[in-house]
C-alpha cells in the first residue's frame, strides 16, 4: 500500500527509497530531496556563488538520480554519499571550467570558510545539526596545514598540484598532508558513530 | 609528474581522488585502476563518506522553492503549472502579484523565516540575527552596501535595513515591526538613484504573509553604491508607478570612504 505525500516517507533507509525510486517512485526521490536538498544546494552555492548555476548542479545530481537509480550500486556508497559526492564533482568542475568562477573565489575566501564558525541557523535541524558540529569539530582539530590542503581542494576546486604551488611546497608533501587529513577525520567520524551520521543509512 | 606505476602509487592518490583534486590524467589513471583493485574500491568509498561530510561544513540556505518544483515537474508528481503566480528569482523574473479572494489576499514574496508569534526578547534577537545573515547569504556579496531606514514608521517601532549589492543588482529588505498596510492596499519599496527621493524607481510591492516577525524581501534592480531606498503605502495589489505619499521609511546608504571605494 502506497500512502501519498513525502511525508509518509520519512522512516524510510535510504537505500529503501532508492529501490523506490528505482521502480519509478517519484515521492520517494522528492522524499530524498526532502533529507538532502539543502546540504546538496548549501554545497553547491558556497562552491560556485551563484545562484542559477547552483539550481542547475542540483537539477541535474537529482535528475541523474532518477534516471540510473536502478544501477544504484550500493557496494559503493551511500546515497547520501553519491548525492552529496555528484554534487561536489559537478560544482568543482564548473568552476574549473568558467574562469571568472576561480576568479571570484580566490584561496582566502576559501579559507576564511572557518569550520567552526557559529552560523545560528541550523540549530534547528536535528540531524544536519549533528552530522554538521562533528565534522566541522573534527576539521578545526587538524593541524593547519592539513586543513587548508582540504579546504583549498573541496572548497576551492583547486586541484593537488595547483595548492602545492600556492602553499609553496613540493607535490608530495601536499599529498601526504591531504592523506593524513583524511584519515585523521575518517577514525574521528567513525569514532561518533555512523549510525548518529547519517541515521537512515544502515552499516 | 610520473603515472603512478605500483600500487603505493594509487594508495596514494585515493584522498585526492574522494576530494576531486587530482589532475584529469591521475584522476582518469585512478579510475581506470578502481576498476581492477576491490582494495582501492573500499578505500575510496570510505574516503568518499568522509568527504561527503563535508558538504555540511557551509552554513545550511534553504533552496529556492524553483528547484522542488522542478523535481515534481520533471518527474511527474506535478503537471505543468499555468503561468498565473509566479515566485520571483534571481533571473529578474517579475513577481506577478494578484488578489485571490474576496478576501483579497495578496501572494507576498516575502521569505518569513518565523511564522511564530516572537514573544521571547532572546528568540527576536536570534531571529534578527539569523534574518540578516540569511539576508548576507541571499544577496552573497562581500561588498554590499547596508542601509538602514527610519522615518515615520521606525517612530512607530518599525526597524529595516536593506542589504545592497551594486555587483549583482540585486538586495533584501530585512523589514520588522510594519504592520500590514490596509486592504486593498500594499507596501512598496522604491530605489533611489543617488537617495534622490524624486527619481524614485519602482522596485517591488509587498505585503506580509504573517506577522509578526522579521521578514526579508528580495529584490532585483539597478543599483548603484549612491541607491538609496524609500518604503511608500500605495494601492494594491501592484503598487503605482511613481510615489503617491511621503515615504514612511527612507535611508541613504552612508558616504563612501574618502580616497575611493
Not at chain 2, 524614485?200 to 541607491?227: D, E, M, N, Y
Request: with cysteine; charged share 25%.
Amino acid at each position: 500500500m502506497r500512502v501519498r505525500g513525502s511525508r509518509a516517507y520519512r522512516a524510510p533507509q535510504d537505500s529503501h527509497l532508492v529501490a523506490l525510486v528505482a521502480e519509478g517512485d517519484a515521492t520517494a526521490l522528492e522524499a530524498l530531496y526532502d533529507r538532502y536538498g539543502e546540504a546538496a544546494w548549501s554545497l553547491a552555492l558556497r562552491i560556485l556563488a551563484d545562484q542559477s548555476l547552483a539550481e542547475a548542479v542540483v537539477r541535474e545530481v537529482f535528475l541523474s538520480l532518477w534516471r540510473e537509480a536502478r544501477r544504484f550500486d550500493p557496494a559503493r556508497g551511500t546515497v547520501a554519499t553519491y548525492l552529496l559526492s555528484t554534487t561536489h564533482h559537478r560544482a568543482v568542475d564548473m568552476v574549473r571550467r568558467e574562469e571568472n568562477l576561480r576568479r571570484r573565489h580566490g584561496p582566502e575566501k576559501v579559507l576564511a570558510l572557518a569550520p567552526d564558525e557559529p552560523s545560528g541557523l541550523d540549530d534547528e535541524v536535528e540531524v544536519g545539526g549533528l552530522i554538521r558540529s562533528r565534522i566541522r569539530t573534527a576539521l578545526a582539530g587538524l593541524p593547519e596545514p592539513q586543513r587548508e590542503a582540504l579546504m583549498l581542494a573541496y572548497f576551492g576546486g583547486y586541484t593537488q598540484r595547483e595548492i602545492a604551488s600556492l602553499a609553496g611546497v613540493p607535490l608530495d608533501t601536499v599529498k601526504a598532508r591531504m592523506a593524513a587529513g583524511m584519515r585523521r577525520l575518517k577514525d574521528e567520524l567513525r569514532e561518533a558513530g555512523r549510525q548518529e551520521q547519517f541515521p537512515w543509512t544502515p552499516r | 609528474m610520473d603515472p603512478p606505476v605500483n600500487h603505493t602509487d594509487f594508495e596514494e592518490l585515493a584522498a585526492g581522488f574522494a576530494l576531486g583534486a587530482l589532475e584529469p590524467d591521475e584522476e582518469q589513471a585512478f579510475q581506470r585502476h578502481l576498476e581492477g583493485c576491490g582494495a582501492c574500491r573500499t578505500s575510496v568509498r570510505d574516503l568518499e563518506e568522509v568527504s561527503a561530510s563535508f558538504a555540511y561544513v557551509p552554513p545550511a540556505v534553504e533552496p529556492p522553492p524553483s528547484l522542488r518544483a522542478w523535481l515534481r515537474r520533471r518527474t511527474g508528481l506535478t503537471l505543468r503549472r499555468r503561468a498565473a503566480r509566479r515566485i520571483g528569482t534571481w533571473q529578474g523574473t517579475r513577481v506577478l502579484v494578484r488578489a485571490l479572494a474576496a478576501a483579497a489576499v495578496l501572494a507576498v514574496l516575502a521569505l518569513s523565516l518565523w511564522n511564530l508569534a516572537l514573544r521571547d526578547q532572546q528568540q527576536i534577537d536570534r531571529a534578527r540575527i539569523a534574518t540578516l545573515q540569511a539576508a548576507a547569504r541571499m544577496v552573497n556579496d562581500g561588498t554590499a552596501t547596508r542601509v538602514a531606514l527610519s522615518g515615520s514608521a521606525a517612530e512607530s517601532g518599525a526597524r529595516a535595513t536593506v542589504l545592497a549589492s551594486s555587483l549583482k543588482d540585486r538586495g533584501v529588505l530585512v523589514i520588522e515591526g510594519l504592520p500590514q498596510p490596509p486592504p486593498g492596499r500594499v507596501w512598496e519599496l522604491w530605489s533611489l538613484p543617488q537617495g534622490d527621493v524624486t527619481q524614485a524607481v519602482k522596485t517591488i510591492a509587498f505585503r506580509f504573509r504573517s506577522q509578526p516577525g522579521v521578514h526579508t524581501v528580495q529584490f532585483s534592480t539597478h543599483l548603484t553604491p549612491t541607491t538609496g531606498f524609500a518604503i511608500t503605502e500605495e494601492p494594491g495589489p501592484a503598487g503605482s508607478a511613481h510615489p503617491t505619499s511621503d515615504p514612511v521609511l527612507f535611508g541613504v546608504p552612508p558616504p563612501p570612504r574618502p580616497g575611493g571605494a
